[in-house]
């Protein structure tokens, strides 16, 4: 998982940084939480899960720092307060990703990316993701192949969409 740390050690670094993670495993957990812990003076770590069960599994991830929340999908928004997370991960996608994009695209700050962790055998998805992602507003995606996983990743546009 050296490809994750390098990713994590090229985020720029600063305080109050939030990030959120939708997974329903422990995959990408342990780095991200010792990248909170190790690199940032204040940072967030909310995991949400789309399941109940999931996050039940979760919890053992819970610490001072880290927020373990499960959030129906039928939610009409993912969060209250608008323009809040400063980074995105997926390590587990919804069946319907383009209502989940839209919902997903109000909890980010302006020109927030997003990173998309693809296993290698289901990396064909990228192109109908990528056209997903486009016509959410997420512009700038990128592919890149790293030893575990293909990564897939985007920007939030930011002042045109009316989000």
């Given amino acids: 998982m050296d490809s994750i740390k390098a990713l994590l050690q090229s985020l720029p670094k600063s305080p109050g940084m939030r990030i959120m993670h939708f997974c329903k495993e422990p995959l990408l957990i342990s780095q991200i939480q010792e990248y909170c812990k190790s690199e940032s003076d204040y940072c967030e770590y909310l995991i949400v899960t789309l399941t109940a069960q999931d996050a039940a599994e979760l919890q053992e991830f819970?610490?001072?720092?880290t927020e373990v929340k499960y959030l129906s999908p039928q939610r009409p928004r993912f969060h209250m307060q608008s323009?809040?997370?400063d980074y995105l991960f997926l390590s587990t996608l919804p069946?319907?990703?383009?209502?989940f994009f839209k919902k997903i695209y109000r909890a980010l700050?302006?020109?927030a990316p997003l990173f998309i962790f693809l296993?290698?055998?289901?990396?064909e998805l990228y192109y109908k993701i990528e056209s997903e992602l486009?016509?959410?507003?997420?512009?700038a995606t990128n592919r890149t192949e790293l030893e575990e996983?293909?990564?897939?990743?985007?920007?939030?546009?930011?002042?045109?969409?009316?989000a």
Avoid: C, D
């Fill in 62 to 65: 819970q610490n001072n720092y």
């Fill in 83 to 85: 323009k809040q997370y």
């Fill in 95 to 99: 069946q319907e990703r383009i209502p």
């Fill in 109 to 111: 700050k302006n020109g």
């Fill in 119 to 123: 296993e290698k055998e289901v990396s």
């Fill in 134 to 139: 486009i016509e959410t507003n997420y512009v």
């Fill in 149 to 162: 996983f293909t990564l897939l990743s985007a920007k939030k546009m930011h002042g045109w969409s009316g």
